[in-house]
Structure formats: structure tokens, C-alpha cells
């Protein structure tokens, strides 16, 4: 084991326990605001998987770097869509107009 994994898999391990902390102190009143701001973040994700795509020089680097970017991909997607639900709770019902039938 290099130095170099060994200080990539720290940073990595660390980034876990502290996305843990964080995530589980958030209130739940708190959690259509966050999933907006994680929204943002995981769009940085997708980005940063399709340049890490083009810089692929083998069939598994291809291969790893479409995984990578589908699964950011359905990351932001399936995040907007939760928080489009969770706002959808919050709006008052549509009322309808003397003479229409509800639907």
C-alpha cells in the first residue's frame, strides 16, 4: 500500500464520519432546504465525473466514468424529485370552479 492510497483512503474514510455527523444533527424541518443545497452539490459531482471521463485512457477508465457520471446523473435527478414532493406536501389543494366536476 503506497503512501499516497493510504492518504486518499484517510480522506475518504474521514469525509464519511464527518458527512455522518453532519447529516444526522439536521433537524427535520430543515431537510427540503438541505436536499436544495445537496442538489447544487451533487451537480459539482456530475461534473467533476464526466472530466474525470474525458481523461480516461482504457476500456475500464471509459467504463468507470460512465458508472460515475449515470450515477451522479440519477443522484440530481432523484434529488430534485424528492424535493419536488416534499414542496408538493406544503401546497394548499387546487379548488375548483362553480360548475366543474372534480376530476
Known amino acids: 500500500m503506497t503512501a499516497e492510497l493510504l492518504a486518499d483512503l484517510s480522506?475518504?474514510?474521514l469525509s464519511?464520519?464527518?458527512?455522518?455527523?453532519?447529516?444526522?444533527k439536521v433537524p427535520?424541518?430543515?431537510h427540503t432546504p438541505l436536499m436544495s443545497?445537496?442538489?447544487?452539490?451533487?451537480g459539482?459531482?456530475?461534473?467533476?465525473?464526466?472530466?474525470?471521463?474525458?481523461?480516461?485512457?482504457?476500456?475500464?477508465g471509459y467504463a468507470l466514468g460512465f458508472v460515475a457520471a449515470a450515477f451522479a446523473a440519477m443522484n440530481v435527478v432523484g434529488g430534485y424529485v424528492v424535493t419536488n414532493r416534499m414542496l408538493a406536501m406544503f401546497r394548499a389543494p387546487a379548488r375548483t370552479q362553480p360548475g366543474e366536476e372534480e376530476r
Open 11 to 13: 480522506i475518504f474514510l
Open 16 to 24: 464519511l464520519f464527518v458527512g455522518f455527523e453532519v447529516i444526522s
Open 37 to 42: 443545497a445537496a442538489n447544487a452539490i451533487h
Open 44 to 60: 459539482i459531482v456530475l461534473v467533476g465525473a464526466m472530466l474525470i471521463a474525458v481523461t480516461a485512457d482504457n476500456l475500464l
Open 28 to 30: 427535520a424541518t430543515l
